[in-house]
């Protein structure tokens, strides 16, 4: 990472020289917000709804972003040319920024940082999650922002658990995962998601977009978390992730068989490659 350019407050440069100020409402108050893509052969994917969220998210926090959508697209390409890291991710972060006072938001701060990711397979064969729910509804929910307190302060417990990740649940209502959108395959072979109170995710979106257009009827909707009971599959879906499926939420087995999510996977490589070809 040392030799790795990032950018910070204007410019590019190493990131063994880039320090962030101790005055910014990021780590004076963990005031910030951040978005996450993949670099593929060099190109940003979907970058165009990654930047609107980013934009959303900045709007519903009272931040001002300090450039324009058309000017970071430009420093994405430059900072992927100059890294030439073909497979990676990018995390774009607008912070806070210094304040006089340490409570005011006055003026934010854009950092974007590149770091490799492994090449994942075109072929569904990952080895499914096991969830731990937890009750738990996160502030601004359709903010991508910086606080993960709950999902660190979990970490030990999900350990001890056996699980690879947390469900968080709401009064009984399966919300999201702290990183990833959470889908239920319903006994009539529905593809069912949390259309509230939930972080609207660009694969997510990409996953019901594909879905719909290709005959799979897609439920937008509250989700009783004991509706896993009858379930005929789970899986989560991220940017890095793409697709998961889930074999077990708390001590509940859920079949990992349903060609569903052998589909829908296909259908978001798919979607993936006809981007990259534009």
């Excluded at 990131?15 to 910030?32: E, K």
């Excluded at 900045?58 to 890291?85: F, G, R, T, Y």
């Excluded at 509804?137 to 606080?147: A, E, H, I, M, S």
């Amino acid at each position: 990472m040392e030799n790795t350019s990032c950018y910070y407050d204007g410019q590019i440069s190493p990131f063994s020289q880039t320090g962030m100020s101790l005055n910014d409402l990021l780590i004076q108050r963990g005031y910030g917000i951040f978005d996450y893509l993949r670099v593929v052969d060099n190109k940003p994917l979907f970058v165009e709804d990654h930047l609107d969220r980013l934009y959303n998210s900045a709007a519903l926090m009272h931040m001002d972003v300090p450039q324009s959508k058309e000017s970071i697209l430009k420093i994405v390409m430059e900072l992927v040319a100059k890294n030439d890291m073909p497979y990676s991710g990018l995390k774009l972060i607008v912070s806070g920024g210094d304040s006089s006072d340490g409570y005011s938001l006055e003026q934010p701060r854009l950092t974007i940082i590149q770091q490799p990711l492994p090449v994942p397979s075109n072929q569904f064969s990952v080895n499914p999650f096991i969830l731990m729910s937890h009750p738990f509804q996160r502030q601004l929910p359709q903010v991508k922002t910086t606080d993960y307190l709950m999902a660190i302060y979990l970490q030990p417990q999900l350990k001890a658990f056996g699980g690879q990740d947390i469900l968080y649940t709401h009064e009984g209502m399966i919300r999201e995962c702290p990183r990833s959108n959470f889908f239920l395959i319903s006994e009539q072979g529905h593809i069912v998601t949390a259309k509230d109170q939930v972080l609207k995710g660009i694969t997510r979106k990409n996953i019901l977009a594909e879905a719909s257009a290709n005959g799979i009827t897609i439920e937008e909707r509250p989700i009783a978390l004991d509706e896993i009971n009858t379930a005929k599959g789970a899986f989560i879906a991220s940017s890095t992730k793409r697709i998961i499926p889930v074999s077990k939420i708390d001590t509940t087995n859920i079949p990992t068989d349903s060609p569903i999510l052998q589909k829908v996977f296909d259908l978001l490589v798919q979607k993936e490659q006809a981007y990259l070809k534009v």
